[in-house]
């Protein structure tokens, strides 16, 4: 079983639906979860983190965290072309080494 | 505040040369990581820096080994490369109060 697994898609979504996006994490103790996006050719921009259970929204997006299923998503909302990307989840277990899914391409289409 | 900034951006080299790969983190940041991504295997951790110790290591031979000065400027090196060690290596920062990291531009390594 991997660390860290995503679905790699690609996911496919028309320009102004929401993007969902999913992430499940074996490690109990993982301790602080981060959102990357990355461009082809282009190294990874950290756009969302979220350590405690719940919902937390930044403009556009939404992660959320369930640490009893040990799942993560982010919701991408009003989805433009210029976010069509791999989207990475990354999880630590209290020090700084971030364990990678292997990302989920989306494709947000016009 | 500048980024991560990362040289050379990219770098040909051959089977069994040796390669040093500078970072200098976000002013104010201390922790300095190493990461290797390739298309078969993803990214994956190699090393962390912080106040000139190694604090944490990845699963890598011993080929690849890193450093870190005062200024927090790191430096990793691969001796005796093989083909596989082509790559895009990545380096990113974080704060003592932060646990987000940030990644530099990588350095796109390919060896011959």
């Known amino acids: 079983q991997k660390e860290v697994e995503q679905n790699s898609g690609p996911l496919s979504v028309p320009e102004g639906a929401i993007a969902s996006l999913n992430c499940t994490y074996s490690?109990?103790?993982?301790?602080?979860f981060f959102w990357y996006r990355q461009y082809s050719g282009k190294s990874p921009e950290l756009i969302m983190s979220?350590?405690?259970?719940g919902d937390k929204e930044d403009g556009r997006f939404t992660a959320q965290l369930n640490k009893a299923s040990q799942y993560v998503s982010l919701l991408i909302r009003d989805s433009q072309p210029s976010d069509s990307a791999t989207y990475l989840c990354a999880v630590t277990g209290g020090g700084n080494k971030l364990t990678f899914g292997t990302g989920t391409q989306l494709k947000v289409e016009l | 505040k500048a980024g991560v900034t990362q040289t050379p951006r990219y770098l040909i080299k051959t089977r069994g040369q040796q390669v040093t790969l500078s970072c200098s983190p976000i002013s104010g940041h201390r922790s300095v990581s190493w990461y290797q991504q390739t298309p078969g295997q993803g990214l994956q951790f190699l090393f962390e820096?912080?106040?000139?110790?190694?604090?944490n290591k990845g699963n890598f031979p011993g080929r690849f080994s890193g450093r870190q000065f005062s200024n927090s400027r790191s430096e990793m090196n691969v001796s005796t490369l093989e083909l596989g060690d082509s790559a895009l290596y990545l380096c990113?920062?974080?704060?003592?109060?932060?646990?987000?990291?940030?990644f530099g531009p990588g350095t796109r390594l390919t060896v011959l």
């Open positions: 990113a920062s974080s704060s003592i109060q932060d646990r987000r990291q940030f």
């Open positions: 820096y912080f106040s000139e110790t190694q604090r």
């Open positions: 979220i350590y405690s259970n």
């Open positions: 490690d109990r103790g993982s301790q602080s």
